[in-house]
Structures are given as structure tokens and as C-alpha cells.
């Protein structure tokens, strides 16, 4: 199962912390997989092309963490992320959970 972990200090995300593997099908089918990785290299891509320091970001098999989520863009960007991967969640609820953590 992939994890999503939503790291939030009032109204500000302050990290997101995704973990683990769909297991929806055999590794290079999984397409829970695939949609959670392009959504998220997307999404940071787009971040860092608008504004370099948008963020900071740590990615090692199978897990991704970023922090440091500055400006408006960068923020509305990880809110549309986080609601994709909330579409997903509806769609394939064995394969990622979205938790968050006050």
C-alpha cells in the first residue's frame, strides 16, 4: 500500500510524506503506482520550474518526502496534488491511504 502522510501546522502543509508500493499489479504494470509517481514528479517539477525554492525534496526507493513548501503557487500546486491522490484513494482504497497528522 502507498502512504500519504500530510504533515500540517494550522492551515499550512508543512510536509507530505509518500511510502510504500500499490500493489495493484506486478511491478511495471501497477498503474496505482505509476499515477502516484507522475502526479508527484509533476507536480514538484512544475513547483521548482515557477519558483526554485518552492520547496525541498527527498526521493529514495519508494519514498518521497518534501518540506519547506513556500509561495502561493507552490502551495495551490500541492493542493492539487493531494486532491488527485485523494481520487485515487476513492478509486483504489487497498492500494494508498491518505492520513494527516496535526
Known amino acids: 500500500m502507498i502512504k500519504v502522510v500530510i504533515v500540517k501546522e494550522k492551515d499550512d502543509i508543512k510536509k507530505v ?3 510504500g508500493h500499490a500493489m495493484f499489479d506486478d511491478y511495471g504494470k501497477d498503474i496505482v503506482c505509476s499515477a502516484v509517481s507522475s502526479i508527484t514528479t509533476t507536480t514538484v517539477n512544475n513547483i521548482l520550474a515557477l519558483n ?3 520547496l ?3 526521493v529514495k526507493e ?3 518526502e518534501i518540506t519547506n513548501i513556500q509561495g ?3 502551495k495551490t500546486l500541492i493542493n492539487v ?3 488527485m491522490f485523494n481520487e485515487l ?3 483504489y482504497p487497498k492500494n494508498i491511504k491518505i492520513s494527516k497528522e496535526d
Open 62 to 64: 519508494g519514498f518521497v
Open 56 to 58: 525541498k525534496y527527498n
Open 89 to 91: 484513494e476513492k478509486d
Open 17 to 19: 510524506t509518500i511510502s
Open 72 to 74: 502561493d503557487s507552490s
Open 81 to 83: 496534488m493531494l486532491n
Open 52 to 54: 526554485k525554492d518552492g
